[in-house]
């Protein structure tokens, strides 16, 4: 038996019995969306493989991925994964602290080299040597570098190391910026949401240790299990935007009747995740059920977007809020006025020619 | 030139036409029409014309819906859907047909080629493209004779149609690959600039610019018709439909 445990006997260790180890199995095989015959095989590579450990590093964030992930809707889903990561190292979560830490973290990543998973939680700022995120002395950057050259994947958890979130937003004035710009020579797995579902984020981090593989990718390198569908796509509310039945306005007739939130700004018709169906809080609900439209979360540059309750995204190099309906109707107006004054000139000109016409004939 | 000079009798264009007078005579002799746009141009022109109308009305419907109508149970009501079911019929129609007409130019006339590119290196197209400008200023006393487009209706309709429809085709068929799903057609076919995009709502909002872009076309296109027809030297409204080019006067320039 090699020196590093199998995730089975990682499990037992925590005290967790067999019964409860399988029943684990099927759950995450059906949140994969696998068959029943994945069930045994998952067991299978649990019982055999040796556990790959996982190395978790925070940077710029406000640790509520951290705070998604340990409230796992199964409370054994989320024992059983906390219980194969590594947490000789989690700004949050470790025992450890200071000098031990980074000598943990050290060890750890010389122990494993080439072998681990990098999850990280949150983005390094580039500006200024990346001094705003500064990590045991070091700019945070430094240390996502070193702790990327030997990780053989990185999960970049939240909008924040998938695409900047809001320390990103514009101005950006600490260079905040996503993992996938700065570490460009190792596969990356983007998890987007402020938070991700915790379900999400076990549901990612089991696959890739069982199967010792990334999940199937969209094209924005998000797992397309969880990333592949729209909001509105699941919504419950569907039928009430396709009878074009809206809420009108904050609390009134058609918010209480639970009618669509597409006239106020609801971003699920342009936000892909699994919150309509997965939902929150072990499975109790999610945004839109509880009468808020989604504010897309999950989505490039969310921040930038201009407001939650608008449906367009605001452009900004008219100096003035403006989106897209507001110029283009501006510019029709401006033109059409435009014709109608060019019309009644042309009108005028004719009937001057006419009338000169008629004199010289 | 719009008194009516008295025709003497036994005129042979009494025979032909009751009211001609000398002058319509002297018109009626020479050939003053040209035949420009062949059938599939026309029928792409007015069922492009149609599928953009339609476009234009549920798509800003979608983008601003209606006030919400309580006709019966969600189930048994289909507004929106029904709407949106006319945006994406028509522009499929719109594809079909743009993908028609960019056939034809291929295999039509000289004249079906020239929407699709402005000769930007000719120096005479520029000189002409000033002197359409002076005219549409008031600048000139007498527009010149156009068989195909003017220089400055060919850059519109290069720029707002060709440009414009492809851009719009492009961006629609992202969007509408969200709704169809991962792998289907669309999908697999345009889904890749929602990637580039990077954001939905992004994608949306360059659509519904582009859709504001052939609003202020339609307004310059129409106006501009409308008044060429009546101001120019040659016919503009009724080439689109009987695909003749008829001139008002016989002087070559």
């Not at chain 1, 493989?49 to 590093?57: E, G």
């Not at chain 1, 201009?306 to 283009?328: M, P, W």
């Not at chain 2, 019929?89 to 929407?115: C, D, E, P, S």
């Not at chain 2, 156009?146 to 429809?165: E, S």
Request: glycine content about 8%.
């Amino acid at each position: 038996m090699s020196e590093i445990e199998t995730f089975y006997e990682v499990m037992r260790r925590q005290g967790i019995t067999r019964r409860s180890f399988m029943k684990y199995c099927s759950l995450t095989a059906s949140a994969l969306g696998l068959g029943p015959a994945f069930v045994p095989k998952i067991a299978h590579a649990m019982e055999t493989k040796p556990r790959t450990p996982v190395v978790w590093v925070n940077g710029l964030e406000c640790t509520c991925c951290s705070e998604s992930f340990i409230r796992g809707a199964h409370p054994l889903a989320k024992d059983v994964v906390l219980s194969m990561i590594s947490l000789d190292y989690q700004h949050t979560l470790m025992a450890a602290a200071g000098h031990h830490a980074e000598a943990a973290l050290e060890e750890t990543l010389e122990k494993y080299k080439g072998n681990y998973i990098l999850a990280v939680e949150g983005n390094p700022p580039l500006n200024e040597d990346g001094m705003f995120c500064i990590v045991g002395g070091k700019p945070f950057v430094e240390q996502l570098r070193h702790a990327a050259a030997g990780a053989k994947a990185i999960i970049s958890w939240g909008a924040c190391a998938s695409y900047g979130c809001v320390q990103a937003a514009a101005p950006n004035p600490t260079r905040a910026t996503p993992v996938h710009k700065v570490i460009t020579d190792k596969p990356i797995i983007k998890v987007p949401g402020c938070p991700p579902i915790a379900e999400v984020m076990t549901g990612v981090i089991t696959y890739m240790l069982t199967f010792d593989r990334l999940p199937e990718l969209d094209r924005q390198g998000r797992p397309a299990m969880f990333y592949g569908q729209r909001i509105h796509d699941k919504c419950y509310r569907r039928p009430h935007f396709d009878a074009g039945q809206f809420v009108e306005a904050w609390d009134d007739e058609n918010a209480r009747k639970g009618y669509c939130l597409y006239k106020m700004g609801c971003k699920g018709p342009t936000t892909y995740n699994a919150c309509s169906t997965v939902r929150w809080n072990e499975g109790t609900s999610f945004p839109i059920q509880s009468g808020h439209g989604c504010i897309g979360c999950s989505e490039d540059g969310f921040w930038d977007q201009g407001s939650f309750y608008d449906r367009l995204t605001n452009i900004k190099q008219f100096g003035i809020e403006a989106n897209a309906d507001t110029i283009g109707m501006g510019a029709a107006g401006a033109v059409g006025g435009a014709v109608a004054v060019h019309a009644a000139i042309s009108a005028l000109k004719r009937a001057q020619k006419k009338n000169q016409d008629k004199v010289e004939g | 030139m719009t008194d009516i000079t008295p025709q003497p009798p036994g005129f042979e264009a009494a025979r032909l036409t009751g009211d001609a007078t000398a002058q319509d005579l002297e018109t009626l002799r020479k050939r003053t029409s040209v035949y420009v746009y062949e059938a599939p141009v026309r029928l792409w022109h007015w069922l492009n014309a149609a599928a953009i109308l339609v476009l234009i009305v549920t798509g800003y419907f979608i983008g601003a819906p209606l006030p919400s109508m309580q006709i019966g149970e969600a189930t048994q009501q289909f507004v929106f859907g029904y709407i949106r079911f006319a945006h994406f019929a028509a522009a499929q129609l719109l594809t079909v047909g743009f993908f028609g007409r960019i056939y034809w130019a291929f295999v039509g006339n000289h004249h079906a080629k020239q929407m699709f590119y402005i000769p930007i290196f000719k120096k005479v197209w520029w000189q002409e493209v000033f002197f359409e400008l002076r005219w549409y200023l008031f600048l000139e006393a007498e527009p010149k004779k156009y068989v195909g487009h003017n220089p400055l209706a060919q850059a519109a309709m290069f720029f707002f149609m060709t440009v414009g429809i492809t851009f719009m085709l492009l961006t629609g068929w992202a969007l509408y690959a969200e709704g169809a799903g991962q792998g289907s057609l669309p999908d697999l076919a345009m889904g890749w600039l929602l990637g580039l995009v990077g954001n939905s709502q992004r994608l949306h909002t360059l659509h519904h610019l582009g859709m504001w872009a052939i609003i202020v076309f339609m307004i310059i296109h129409i106006y501009a018709a409308i008044r060429e027809d009546i101001m120019s030297r040659q016919s503009m409204v009724s080439t689109m439909i009987s695909g003749h080019r008829t001139f008002k006067d016989d002087r070559p320039e």
